[in-house]
């Protein structure tokens, strides 16, 4: 008489066989690959986000989130995706995460502080440009004049017209001639120029002029939300990598 078969009890999935035991070099071997694999995805992502594609963008940075799922600078680029999208949701989970998974990831930072400005809460944005600066510096990203830009308007809203002047020198001599933010950080600088001689005279009408200045180049401070857009978001290493 044969004896029963065994059964799983109902509460026990069966468990599958385990994998045949792999040497170190080709574990390595394997990883090696899918790295290199999401790293083809991303450059791909970042040419259709380049050309205004991005909902091929968002498909191919998820594909290599998928074969590198520990890259921080992946997430922080998603991220601005999803900001450009205006999917602020979104944007705000993939920067946190990328920040999580590496404290000194700039873009996220920088995603951050563009997050915190367009909900007007200035002191949060510039505390998180201050670390994208921080984070960012010796690999080109202290060049860059959208970060520039958004520290001076906070600056001058937030009543520091002597700062805001300085650093909105900086977002104009960073912009391309030929970029269009150029002309609006121009125009931001008349604005906080002329705020200058009260700050040292009349501390106490500086908050009517400041929120005198912040009004009245509303659509510049449109143009000034766009720079997530608008701007680049290579990285230097993987510009480094361009053959």
Do not use: C
């Amino acid at each position: 008489m044969s004896q029963p078969k065994q059964l799983n009890p109902p509460s026990q999935p069966a468990l599958p066989e385990p994998a045949p035991a792999q040497s170190p070099r080709e574990l390595a071997r394997q990883l090696g690959l899918k790295r290199t694999t999401g790293e083809a995805y991303y450059r791909r992502s970042l040419q259709a986000y380049e050309t205004g594609d991005f909902e091929n963008a968002l498909a191919d940075v998820s594909e290599a989130i998928y074969y590198d799922v520990n890259h921080a600078e992946y997430y922080a680029t998603r991220g601005f995706y999803f900001l450009a999208d205006n999917k602020k949701d979104e944007a705000k989970l993939d920067f946190n995460y990328a920040i999580q998974l590496k404290r000194r990831e700039w873009i996220a930072h920088f995603g951050l502080g563009v997050l915190a400005f367009n909900e007007a809460n200035y002191q949060e944005a510039l505390a998180h440009f201050e670390d994208a600066l921080r984070f960012g510096h010796g690999r080109g990203h202290e060049r860059r004049a959208e970060l520039w830009f958004y520290r001076a308007v906070a600056h001058h809203i937030l009543g520091d017209d002597a700062q805001a002047g300085a650093e909105i020198d900086k977002a104009i001599a960073y912009f391309d001639d030929n970029d269009k933010r150029q002309k609006d950080a121009r125009a931001w600088k008349k604005e906080i120029v002329k705020d200058l001689p009260q700050a040292s005279s009349k501390p106490a009408k500086k908050a009517r002029g400041n929120k005198k200045a912040a009004e009245s180049p509303r659509e510049n401070l449109r143009d000034l939300a766009e720079a997530a857009k608008n701007a680049p978001l290579e990285s230097a290493s993987a510009a480094d990598k361009k053959p």
